[in-house]
């Protein structure tokens, strides 16, 4: 069964920083790009950045340019989120997310982790 | 950035009449690479139709999609009680900037 878990969310103040993972299982990791999408509550989805498949291709969300970095460790089957100078307004549910076609990056997601919640305020 | 617009709103019918949602974008979608994606509550999203019309694996064959360039449409052909939910489009043309619709809502009348 393809599977996606986050886990690294909680409570955080602004301005500090916060990594999130995301262990995939179930397929084979390093042929896929990965991204990560956010929704803040009660809101809509936002995709924030993705990477493609053996990490040379990365793009970003212009509201996390500069602050949040992506990376993958292919021999783990891992997604990493590194988030500096946290806003309010990243408060949000963050879902790690497979891109569907194999070698490529796309953008359009075809399995979806449950989501880590982060909650940024003092 | 390509910013993508989803209407109505909210859409309120019964099971069993037909709903059509509708999705623009502000610039043409490279290669129609328009996905349609449906959440429920408290749940992650789930994809249902990819390139505007393909529809991807367990996706019911009631669900349609279509359209081109920058109007696209998501038909459900006959409503059952499990279609209620919030329903997402999203351009993927440019790798760079991957937007998504504002979501519509298909509530119960």
């Known amino acids: 069964e393809v599977q996606l878990v986050e886990s690294g969310g909680g409570l955080v103040q602004p301005g500090r920083s916060l990594r999130l993972s995301c262990a995939a299982s179930?397929?084979?990791?390093?042929?896929?790009?990965m991204h990560w999408v956010r929704q803040a509550p009660g809101k809509g989805l936002e995709w924030v950045l993705g990477?493609?498949?053996?990490?040379?291709?990365?793009a970003s969300a212009d509201s996390v340019k500069g602050r949040f970095t992506i990376s993958r460790d292919n021999a783990k089957n891992a997604l990493y989120l590194e988030m500096n100078g946290l806003r309010a307004e990243d408060t949000a549910v963050y879902y790690c997310?497979?891109?569907?076609?194999?070698?490529?990056?796309?953008?359009?997601?075809?399995?979806w982790g449950q989501g880590t919640t982060v909650t940024v305020s003092s | 950035e390509i910013v993508v617009t989803q209407s109505p709103g909210t859409l309120s019918l019964s099971p069993g009449e037909r709903a059509t949602l509708s999705c623009r974008a502000s610039q043409s979608v490279t290669s129609n690479y328009l996905a349609w994606y449906q959440q429920k509550p408290g749940q992650p999203p789930r994809l249902l139709i990819y390139?505007?019309?393909s529809r991807a694996t367990g996706t019911p064959d009631r669900f349609s999609g279509s359209g081109s360039g920058t109007d696209f449409a998501l038909t459900i052909s006959r409503l059952e009680p499990e279609d209620f939910a919030v329903y997402y489009c999203q351009q993927y043309g440019s790798s760079s900037s991957i937007t998504f619709g504002q979501g519509t809502r298909l509530e119960i009348k």
């Open positions: 390139a505007a019309s």
């Open positions: 990477i493609n498949w053996n990490g040379d291709t990365i």
């Open positions: 997310a497979k891109d569907g076609p194999a070698l490529r990056f796309s953008g359009c997601v075809d399995v």
């Open positions: 179930g397929f084979r990791f390093d042929d896929y790009a």
